[in-house]
T-cell receptor
Framework: AQSVSQHNHHVILSEAASLELGCNYS??????LFWYVQYPGQHLQLLLK??????LVKGIKGFEAEFIKSKFSFNLRKPSVQWSDTAEYFC???????????FGSGTKLNVKP | DVKVTQSSRYLVKRTGEKVFLECVQD?????MFWYRQDPGLGLRLIYF???????EKGDIPEGYSVSREKKERFSLILESASTNQTSMYLC??????????FGPGTRLTVT
C-alpha cells in the first residue's frame, strides 16, 4: 500500500522564523503531489501542487515546495512565517492514473506572535 | 469557484441509529470522496465514486455505505452508528487526478 509520511507532527515557531515541513511518499511511479492547509475552523484548501516540470513550485501566501524524485520527498517551505500561518498542513499524493489520494497524518504549526 | 456543501456542520446521534451525511457539489466533477479525519491519523478514505451509481471502497469502508444517484450528490450512510465512528467527516470532489476541493466537514458525535 502507498504511504505518505509527515515526520513533524507538531511544530512551534516564532514569527519571522523559517519553516520546512517534511513529506515523503512510498510510490515509485508517476505522482502528483499536493500540500493542503486547514486553518482553525475552516475547510481544507489547496496550498500548492506539483504535476510535472520545474520541481520547485510556488503556492499561495509565500509558500513553496520542492519535489526531489530521488528522495521521494516534497517538502514545504516558507522563509518567514506569520502568526496567521497557524494551521494544520497536509501532504497528499495522487498515484498514477488512479483517482485515489493518499494523505499524510498532518503537521500542526503553531506560530507564536 | 467550486462549492462543496455538506448537510450538517455538527451532528449528534445515538448508538445504533442510521445516519445520513450528504454532500453536494456544483462543478460537475465526476469524482467524489468521503474521508474521516481523526487527530494524528490525517485523512482516511472511506469510499469514493467516479460516476453516478459507481463506487469504490477506500481504506476504511467497514460500517459505512454510500449512494450516488445524481452526479452532484454523494451520500455517506452509517447503517448502525457506533461510538468509534465519532469523527470529522469530509467530502471532497475533483476531476481526473487534479486537486480535490473539500467541503466544510461534519463533526459527528455518537453517544
Amino acid at each position: 500500500a502507498q504511504s505518505v509520511s509527515q515526520h513533524n507532527h507538531h511544530v512551534i515557531l516564532s514569527e519571522a522564523a523559517s519553516l520546512e515541513l517534511g513529506c515523503n511518499y512510498s510510490y515509485g511511479g508517476t505522482v502528483n503531489l499536493f500540500w493542503y492547509v486547514q486553518y482553525p475552523g475552516q475547510h481544507l484548501q489547496l496550498l500548492l501542487k506539483y504535476f510535472s516540470g520545474d520541481p520547485l513550485v510556488k503556492g499561495i501566501k509565500g509558500f513553496e515546495a520542492e519535489f526531489i524524485k530521488s528522495k521521494f520527498s516534497f517538502n514545504l517551505r516558507k522563509p518567514s512565517v506569520q502568526w496567521s500561518d497557524t494551521a494544520e498542513y497536509f501532504c497528499a499524493v495522487n498515484v498514477g492514473n488512479f483517482n485515489k489520494f493518499y494523505f499524510g497524518s498532518g503537521t500542526k504549526l503553531n506560530v507564536k506572535p | 469557484d467550486v462549492k462543496v456543501t455538506q448537510s450538517s456542520r455538527y451532528l449528534v446521534k445515538r448508538t445504533g441509529e442510521k445516519v445520513f451525511l450528504e454532500c453536494v457539489q456544483d462543478m460537475d466533477h465526476e469524482n467524489m470522496f468521503w474521508y474521516r479525519q481523526d487527530p494524528g491519523l490525517g485523512l482516511r478514505l472511506i469510499y469514493f465514486s467516479y460516476d453516478v451509481k459507481m463506487k469504490e471502497k477506500g481504506d476504511i469502508p467497514e460500517g459505512y455505505s454510500v449512494s450516488r444517484e445524481k452526479k452532484e450528490r454523494f451520500s455517506l450512510i452509517l447503517e448502525s452508528a457506533s461510538t468509534n465512528q465519532t469523527s470529522m467527516y469530509l467530502c471532497a470532489t475533483n476531476r481526473g487526478s487534479y486537486e480535490q476541493y473539500f467541503g466544510p466537514g461534519t463533526r459527528l458525535t455518537v453517544t
